[in-house]
C-alpha cells in the first residue's frame, strides 16, 4: 500500500481557521484582540521571508502586529530595552526575536528578558521547565506542531516508541518532552539519537514513530527505517538543483523516494511540518491573549 503522504499545509489551515474562529469570539465577548510582536535583527534572507509570512499569518488571524527592524550593529542593550517596553505594552501579548541573532547578542540573554507569559516561541529557561515538569506552558511551535501533525493525521503517539534523531533546544529537546508526558496524545515512550551514537541504525530501527530532526539532506533512508513507521521530518535544507529557478531546491533530513517505500505514513518537505509552525505561533498568540 502506498505510503500516506501527511498533509502539513491543509492541518495547519485546519488550525489557522480554528485560531481566526477563536479569535473573534475573544474580541467579542471580551473586547480583546491578540497583539505580536516582532523584533528582526540584520538582513538574513531566511528570517525576512518568516518574518513576513509570520505577519500576514497575523493580518489572516485578525491579530494586531508590529514588525521592528534593526541593523546588524544594534547594542544588546538597546535590543533588551525595546523588549523591556514590549513586556510592558499591554497591547502586546506575544514577543518573538526571529533567532538567529548577531554574534555580538547572546541569544539566551534576549530570551531571558522577554516576559514567560509573552514568550509565543516556548524558549524562555520558565516555559522550558514547565513543559519538562508537565505543567501547562507555551510551547514551542515547531514541537508543539509535530504532536498535532501526528494527532491530526490519525497517529497518536501513546504507547508507541518515537525515536527522534536531533537534540537541540529548539526541536529534539522539546518534542522529546511534550511526548513523553503522561497526558492524552503523548504517553509515548521516547529515545532521543544523536551525532554521539556510534551508530543511527539500530535506534532508527525500532521506532514506530521517527523524528528527524538533524539538519542533513537525506539522512535518514529507508533503509534505516522498519516496515510500518511513521516519519515526521523536521528538516529544511537547500540543495543545488539547477533546473530550478533559484539554483536550488528544499529537501528534509528523509530520504523522501526510499523512505516513502517503507512508511505507513511521512511528511514531505516542504508542505510538511513548515507550516505548522506559523499556525502553532497563531495558537500560541491567541493562548497568551486569553490570559
Ligand atoms: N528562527 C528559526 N526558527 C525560529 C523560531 O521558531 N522562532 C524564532 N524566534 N526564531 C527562529
Known sequence: ???????????????????????????????IIPGLAFILV???PASQVYVRSKGKACDEMGFYSVTERRATEIAE????AMIDEFNHDAKIHGILVQLPLPKHISEQKVIEAIDPRKDVD?????????LVIGEETLKPCT????????????NNPAGKHVVIVGRSNIVGKPVANILLQKQAGANAVVTIAHTGAKDLLPYTKSADILIAA????GAVTGEMLKEGVVVIDVGINRVEDS?????????????FESAS??????????GGVGPMTIAMLMKNTLKAASG
Open 122 to 130: 516556548g524558549f524562555h529557561p520558565m516555559n522550558v521547565g514547565k
Open 243 to 255: 533546473s530550478a529557478k533559484n539554483g536550488y531546491r528544499l529537501v528534509g533530513d528523509v530520504h
Open 77 to 80: 542593550k538597546d535590543l533588551l
Open 143 to 154: 514541537p508543539a506542531g509535530v504532536q498535532e501533525l501526528l494527532l491530526r493525521s490519525g
Open 214 to 217: 538533524i539538519g542533513k539532506a
Open 42 to 44: 540584520g538582513e538574513n
Open 1 to 31: 500500500m502506498p505510503a500516506q503522504i501527511i498533509d502539513g499545509k491543509k492541518i495547519a489551515e485546519e488550525i489557522k481557521r480554528e485560531v481566526k474562529d477563536q479569535t473573534k469570539k475573544l474580541r467579542e465577548t471580551k473586547g
Open 261 to 270: 517505500k517503507v512508511a505507513k505514513a511521512l511528511t514531505p518537505v516542504p
